[in-house]
């Protein structure tokens, strides 16, 4: 089940719920107020590579000849 993220019109609480795909359109109540006044969130996704800099660059260059298996 994906993760969302939504924020509470009425108190300003942002929150993530595991929501399921069938309920995806469904809005949860605030945790923090119980309102129902509540929005999903637009989410930046975020990946990690070569270009980026990311975990995918350095983990490439630990297995060079800088150690390991030999």
């Known amino acids: ?3 969302y993220e939504y924020s509470c019109d009425n108190c300003g609480e942002d ?3 595991r929501v399921s795909f069938s309920e ?3 809005l949860p109540p605030c945790p923090n107020c ?4 509540t929005r999903k969130k637009i989410s ?3 990946t990690l ?3 980026s800099g990311g975990y995918a660059a350095s983990s ?3 297995c060079g000849s800088h150690g390991g298996f030999g």
Not at 34 to 37: C, I, K, L
């Open 60 to 62: 490439a260059s630990s």
């Open 34 to 37: 119980a309102s129902s006044n």
């Open 15 to 17: 929150f993530e719920k």
């Open 1 to 3: 089940m994906p993760i």
């Open 49 to 51: 590579g070569a270009s």
């Open 44 to 46: 930046r996704v975020g």
């Open 24 to 26: 995806a359109d469904s």
